[in-house]
């Protein structure tokens, strides 16, 4: 039976939680509770595909808290957080928050999807439940009104810097131009086509520059995606610009 969507706190509703640390679920439906939203955990064994997960989410919440990490201390999960928040935003029009304990996800697992997943928090930031109501908030804004101006995209140059091995894969680090601060920004190479996914393809790449929409108003380097990426690497020599090494 779908859920009817009338609940006592109408502008969040039913908060499904999906984490596979069950503890730390407890921490997030507890947290919850405590400031009136009614929260469900999900049965990790009973959603191990991408697909019944959404179908679960969409016929008995109204909302999303879900970790990058599913199948860490759970197995059997083919899919992680971000790519479930980002279908369930992107094409249930759910709001969700995703959340995560570790730095490293950022770049690899999470950076692909930010452009669906507005509202990224800490695992520490999980135990104030002020903060996630606000996340599903912001993130409804965001599915009804567009994304606002820190998420507003620019098209612009991103510097290739490094090419490396990673858990999840082969990784990139780029800088990017125009974005006020300069330090790099960690994604897959993956993102640039499937012939970056061998190592040596990718090491080709660095100190060139490709060009893609970035949200250059991002305040932090956890907030930046980008999108419409342009397929052809440049030589940065043939552009009026530079850019600068760290300092």
């Given at each position: 039976?779908?859920?009817?969507?009338?609940?006592?706190?109408?502008?969040?509703?039913?908060?499904?939680?999906?984490?596979?640390?069950?503890?730390?679920?407890?921490?997030?439906?507890?947290?919850?509770?405590?400031?009136?939203?009614?929260?469900?955990?999900?049965?990790?064994?009973?959603?191990?595909?991408?697909?019944?997960?959404?179908?679960w989410i969409r016929g008995n919440a109204n909302a999303v808290i879900c970790?990058?990490?599913?199948?860490?201390?759970?197995?059997?999960?083919?899919?992680?957080?971000?790519?479930?928040?980002?279908?369930?935003?992107?094409?249930?029009?759910?709001?969700?928050?995703?959340?995560?304990?570790?730095?490293?996800?950022?770049?690899?697992?999470?950076?692909?999807?930010?452009?669906?997943?507005?509202?990224?928090?800490?695992?520490?930031?999980?135990e104030d439940p002020d903060i996630l109501v606000a996340g599903v908030r912001?993130?409804?804004?965001?599915?009804?009104?567009?994304?606002?101006?820190?998420?507003?995209?620019?098209?612009?140059?991103?510097?290739?810097?490094?090419?490396?091995?990673?858990?999840?894969?082969?990784?990139?680090?780029?800088?990017?131009?125009?974005?006020?601060?300069?330090?790099?920004?960690?994604?897959?190479?993956?993102?640039?086509?499937?012939?970056?996914?061998?190592?040596?393809?990718?090491?080709?790449?660095?100190?060139?520059?490709?060009?893609?929409?970035?949200?250059?108003?991002?305040?932090?380097?956890?907030?930046?995606?980008?999108?419409?990426?342009?397929?052809?690497?440049?030589?940065?020599?043939?552009?009026?610009?530079?850019?600068?090494?760290?300092?």
């Open positions: 039976m779908l859920l009817d969507h009338v609940t006592d706190t109408p502008d969040v509703g039913i908060v499904a939680v999906l984490d596979d640390d069950t503890d730390q679920a407890k921490i997030v439906r507890f947290q919850l509770e405590d400031v009136g939203v009614q929260a469900i955990i999900a049965d990790l064994d009973m959603v191990p595909t991408l697909e019944s997960a959404i179908q970790d990058v990490q599913l199948n860490n201390l759970h197995g059997g999960i083919d899919y992680d957080g971000a790519q479930l928040l980002a279908r369930v935003i992107g094409d249930e029009r759910i709001p969700g928050v995703l959340t995560t304990g570790f730095k490293d996800d950022v770049g690899m697992l999470v950076r692909p999807h930010r452009g669906h997943i507005p509202v990224l928090v800490s695992r520490d930031e999980t912001m993130c409804r804004a965001e599915i009804d009104s567009g994304r606002g101006g820190e998420r507003q995209t620019h098209r612009t140059a991103l510097y290739i810097e490094k090419a490396s091995m990673a858990d999840t894969g082969v990784a990139l680090d780029a800088r990017v131009g125009g974005w006020a601060r300069r330090i790099s920004m960690r994604f897959p190479a993956a993102m640039l086509g499937s012939d970056f996914e061998r190592i040596e393809h990718a090491r080709r790449s660095v100190g060139q520059v490709f060009f893609a929409a970035v949200n250059l108003a991002a305040t932090s380097e956890t907030e930046l995606f980008f999108e419409d990426i342009e397929p052809e690497l440049v030589d940065p020599e043939r552009l009026s610009f530079h850019f600068e090494a760290e300092q």
